[in-house]
């Protein structure tokens, strides 16, 4: 590696902007107007004036991703909420868990914490089960993790596919089948493994990697297709559509797998980039929402989110020391900064822009905070030692 480089550089001075705006501005904006004193949970959404939007569902999803933010926020030294993030995790699980008698967690609740959608979302519960890594790397409480165990034993119950993998939700699963759900499931999977050092774990994960190697990507086009029929063929078959920004997610994950594992998935995170880039960014780095089998753009609207998932995809290979990736890297968190976090009031954004450029929601989506804070954990444990050549 030659922390001279000037890509590197820039890198660098890219990741320490973003590091510093979410230090001190997103982290004490979400844990404050964003934090809900009556009920001990994290509010869905803000306004453009950082005022709480209280009136909509709150999903078990945000709540997740929160407490996993803050978690790890608190184990970095970057924020001392304690209190506030061991309340809201006993929070969730008073307000989401076997509420309503049945297991696992609903969806959504209300304010009051009224039961709004009981049904059982296998991508809300796998953000569980990362928010229990994070939540017990902090606390060190063995019931946590027995919990997160009863967790992966409902959705094996009642969720598993057929063909393998599972299911979107439960009890009414829908007749495709989602990519999506299974790679968080795969990066909690990873995360649990990671701090609790269990094989378990990891064993389970290997599953989903297997499933990935033989299911949900298409060599012949170099894509992981958003949805699948019953038998786990893409629906469009070599035209089905998939995201650019879950490639670059999948690429990271893959890459933190083969760290844990020991299996060898660089040509396949390789490739999922290659992929993403050629068909799904317009330069410098505007990555547009969904793209076709053939390459065709199928959506130009751009969000933040895979701006912070390609960062997270080429920090990990500068950390290898490739400086060919520095460059987009930097480009990634420019694009993120300049174009989503800048002329809002400060720990805002933009979330969502349509293809001519237009603000497509009207609210700041907390659920955002998760991939933004997720690529400066990413790029500071690759490019922190930077700070000191910059």
Not at 292 to 308: E, F, I
């Amino acid at each position: 590696m030659k922390p001279n480089s000037s890509g590197y550089l820039r890198a660098a001075r890219s990741a320490e902007r973003l590091h510093v705006w979410l230090l001190q501005s997103a982290l004490p904006l979400w844990i404050d107007r964003g934090f809900d004193e009556d009920t001990g949970g994290f509010h869905e959404r803000l306004d453009f004036d950082a005022h709480p939007i209280r009136a909509v569902p709150r999903r078990l999803t945000v709540q997740a991703r929160q407490i996993f933010v803050y978690a790890r926020a608190i184990m970095l030294g970057w924020c001392s909420d304690r209190a506030r993030v061991a309340g809201a995790f006993d929070a969730m699980i008073e307000r989401y868990h076997k509420v309503d008698g049945n297991g696992g967690f609903v969806f959504s609740i209300d304010a009051s914490g009224r039961v709004l959608d009981d049904m059982r979302d296998l991508y809300a519960h796998s953000f569980f089960l990362l928010a229990a890594a994070a939540y017990f790397q902090l606390s060190g409480d063995s019931q946590v993790i027995a919990l997160a165990d009863e967790t992966l034993a409902y959705i094996d119950a009642t969720m598993s596919a057929p063909c393998g993998g599972y299911f979107d939700c439960a009890p009414n699963p829908p007749s495709q089948l989602r990519q999506n759900p299974h790679m968080h499931l795969f990066e909690a999977l990873l995360a649990l493994y990671e701090v609790t050092g269990t094989p378990a774990y990891l064993e389970r994960a290997s599953v989903i990697f297997d499933q990935f190697t033989t299911r949900l990507f298409q060599p012949e086009t170099g894509t992981i297709p958003e949805y699948f029929d019953s038998d786990w063929s893409p629906v469009g078959g070599a035209q089905a559509v998939w995201e650019p920004g879950h490639h670059m997610e999948w690429s990271w994950l893959l890459s933190e797998y083969e760290t844990l594992s020991g299996v060898g998935t660089s040509p396949l995170a390789d490739r999922l980039l290659e992929t993403a880039y050629r068909h799904g960014v317009f330069p410098p780095a505007l990555i547009v929402d969904e793209v076709r089998g053939d390459g065709t753009v199928m959506k130009k609207s751009c969000r933040a989110w895979p701006l912070t998932e390609a960062a997270k995809a080429q920090a990990v290979r500068v950390e290898l020391g490739d400086m060919v990736a520095a460059e987009p890297l930097a480009d990634a968190l420019d694009c993120l900064q300049d174009r989503h976090l800048s002329g809002i009031a400060p720990g805002l954004w933009s979330d969502h822009f349509s293809a001519d450029g237009k603000l497509i929601p009207d609210y700041v989506p907390a659920s955002t905070l998760y991939h933004i804070a997720m690529s400066v954990f990413v790029t500071d444990g690759a490019l922190g030692h930077a700070r000191d050549q910059v």
